[in-house]
């Protein structure tokens, strides 16, 4: 007899094209799960340099949260998908192992004979998908391709890491479950193993040609087929699990861009004017933009005396036709220390512990006129508490503990017990909302030198504002050119992180292609069948995109209801999403993969059109 290597080879140049279309899939998979990482911390490392250090905690949380999911979905996506197709490959072989028992082969032998050829079919998928990969990510990243060399990689450590770990987990497992899986196979009988891809072809009613002339009988053979077939359950779990990923990949990817673009809005909505002196008001403008600019907001001498407005203005401007909401602030920057309090709990006495300080830029609000619906953790500040602040998000783990609890902030030498996190772009996510009349006495001030004002649609509210303001001497500045600027900075990080859905949804299509394949290769000797008893090509080729809609379908059916749901509920605290990005998202991803249908159903009826009847074997 042949050694293992001779017959994996021999084997595979017999079985030449379906030896051809698993490799590809698994190529495929490999490049894909090793590509999409490095595109996930390359988008990573991007964002990290250019943006991060104007983003505020709670919007870089959010998308390095996302792209860690993403990275991680894709590498699960490659595991099960290179794991069912070197299943596949041996349920495909499922007549040639009971041949090969039926003539005396030691099962040992045996063994040995199918694992090396998965083995050869895996590792060349590897190695080759590995190199595709690298080669993909260096054209993507701009890098010369000239220089690629096994000595001269110009890769980063977590690059390689990357580039070597990725691939050996998907050959392990791969092996693993090919060798658990030829165990299995093998333990059946010669009987068994040779009629078990006769299962799913009806006999009986095979040679009535209306069964292949009506559109209808096709849909019934097709969904007779389908649910026949002893591998179809495994085929609905591994592809509902990668739609799953999949999809949640692509909307998680629009619900945290949609979120992060709600936190702006709820923080200062739309028709909002900006009141106080002209130094002031400027710089309110540069606090707020600091989000989306690189200037440093200079100091500045908010306390001056100068700036203090007349409390009556507020009063005045409640009065006004169309004006719904006056939010009355007294701001300042100073310097903050933060600290946990000594405490008791679960029995263990905890002593005081000291966060350190950082300069802050502390807001005096009215908790009963604000603007605002911020997402916080714990709500906002109350009416009647008066010793209670509301952290910018940033100073999370700087002066704020995370747990929240038994921490306390000093301003101007008085405590304040921290209620919760605020997520806004005020000075990059460094401030501390407080009680205002706690601000005030304090600081010796009954005034305020920010006054915003929430007004209606109508420009005869906007110019009656504008008007008492400048008749008090103060400036007028809309606030919704600040926010469009905010957004624009938003959205232009998260269009580059929006790249990697994109990807993983075109990657999976094609992976989908591989299942599908996989799927008829275990049937091709039924089309076969068909075909010699009358069938006509088209009539197969309807057979078979029924057969693969009809599996698309039944996965789609629950894949898609439970990505929305994890990324609704679980991926994003407060989510939102657009309704033309959801009505994206729902028809995008079912119509590729339903390409993905056609490609293969078209590939594999010329495949059977090409095919003779000694082609079966029996």
């Known amino acids: 007899m042949i050694g293992p290597i001779g017959f994996a080879i021999k084997n595979l140049r017999h079985k030449r094209f379906h030896a051809f279309l698993a490799f590809l899939g698994l190529t495929i998979c490999v490049a894909s799960s090793t590509f999409l990482p490095l595109l996930g911390q390359s988008l990573g490392l991007k964002f990290f340099f250019e943006s991060y250090a104007r983003m505020t905690f709670g919007f870089s949380h959010v998308l390095f949260t996302y792209l860690l999911v993403a990275c991680l979905f894709c590498f699960l996506i490659g595991i099960v998908s290179t794991s069912y197709l070197a299943s596949s490959m041996l349920d495909e072989r499922m007549r040639d192992i009971g041949v090969i028992k039926a003539s005396g082969c030691p099962t040992n032998r045996l063994f040995t004979y199918f694992m090396t050829e998965i083995a050869v079919v895996i590792l060349s998928s590897c190695l080759?998908?590995?190199f595709a990969s690298v080669l993909l990510y260096r054209a993507w990243s701009g890098r010369p391709l000239v220089r690629l060399n096994p000595l001269d990689l110009s890769l980063s450590p977590v690059e390689i890491l990357i580039i070597i770990s990725v691939p050996i987990a998907f050959f392990l497992t791969s092996y693993f479950v090919g060798s658990r899986h030829a165990e299995k196979a093998i333990q059946m009988s010669a009987v068994e193993?040779?009629?078990?891809?006769?299962?799913?072809?009806?006999?009986?009613r095979i040679g009535e040609p209306i069964l292949i002339k009506r559109f209808g009988w096709i849909i019934k053979l097709a969904d007779r087929n389908v649910w026949r077939d002893k591998g179809f359950m495994h085929t609905i779990a591994c592809l509902s699990v990668c739609i799953f990923l999949t999809t949640s990949i692509f909307i998680g990817g629009f619900v945290s861009a949609d979120t992060t673009r709600s936190y702006l809005e709820r923080a200062t909505p739309r028709q909002v004017l900006i009141i106080g002196e002209r130094e002031i008001c400027d710089q309110y403008v540069q606090l707020a933009e600091s989000f989306s600019t690189v200037n440093m907001v200079p100091s500045f001498d908010y306390l001056s005396k100068r700036y203090v407005i007349n409390p009556l203005l507020a009063g005045r401007l409640r009065e006004i036709p169309g004006v719904e909401k006056v939010d009355t602030r007294l701001?300042?920057?100073?310097?903050?220390?933060?600290?946990?309090?000594?405490?008791?709990?679960?029995?263990?006495?905890?002593?005081?512990l000291d966060l350190g300080s950082s300069e802050s830029l502390i807001i005096g609000i009215d908790p009963s006129h604000k603007i605002g619906e911020w997402m916080t953790t714990n709500g906002f500040l109350e009416e009647n508490s008066q010793n209670t602040a509301i952290a910018g998000d940033s100073h999370l783990a700087d002066i704020v503990h995370p747990s929240l609890k038994f921490c306390k902030v000093e301003i101007f030498g008085k405590m304040y017990d921290v209620a919760g996190i605020c997520?806004?772009?005020?000075?990059?996510?460094?401030f501390l909302f407080i009680p205002l009349k706690s601000m005030?006495?304090?600081?010796?001030?009954?005034?305020?030198?920010?006054?915003l004002v929430k007004v209606n649609n109508d420009e005869a509210t906007v110019s009656k504002v504008k008007k008492m303001a400048q008749e008090c001497g103060l400036v007028v500045t809309n606030y919704d050119k600040i926010l469009d600027t905010n957004l624009a900075f938003l959205d232009h990080v998260w269009s580059y992180v929006l790249v990697l859905p994109a990807f993983t949804l075109v990657s999976t299509s094609v992976i989908f292609f591989s299942y599908l394949a996989a799927s008829n290769?275990?049937?091709?000797?039924d089309y076969i069948i068909l075909r010699a008893i009358g069938a006509e090509n088209h009539s197969i080729l309807r057979l078979l995109l029924c057969e693969a809609s009809l599996t698309l379908v039944t996965c789609v059916m629950f894949a898609l209801?439970?990505?929305?749901?994890?990324?609704?509920?679980?991926?994003?605290?407060?989510?939102?999403?657009?309704?033309?990005?959801?009505?994206?998202?729902?028809?995008?991803?079912?119509?590729?993969?339903?390409?993905?249908c056609i490609a293969n159903s078209v590939l594999y009826s010329k495949r059977v059109k090409l095919a003779?009847?000694?082609?079966?074997?029996l």
């Open 331 to 352: 701001i300042t920057m100073t310097t903050v220390k933060g600290g946990v309090e000594a405490h008791v709990s679960e029995g263990q006495l905890y002593g005081t």
């Open 612 to 617: 003779e009847l000694k082609d079966v074997g």
């Open 561 to 596: 209801p439970a990505s929305l749901f994890f990324c609704t509920f679980l991926l994003i605290r407060d989510a939102k999403i657009l309704f033309d990005r959801l009505l994206l998202s729902t028809i995008l991803s079912p119509s590729l993969l339903f390409g993905a």
């Open 423 to 430: 997520v806004d772009s005020l000075n990059q996510g460094r």
């Open 440 to 451: 005030q006495e304090m600081l010796g001030d009954h005034g305020c030198n920010i006054i």
């Open 193 to 204: 193993a040779i009629s078990s891809q006769l299962s799913s072809l009806n006999l009986k």
């Open 521 to 525: 290769s275990r049937r091709f000797k």
């Open 128 to 130: 080759i998908g590995t």
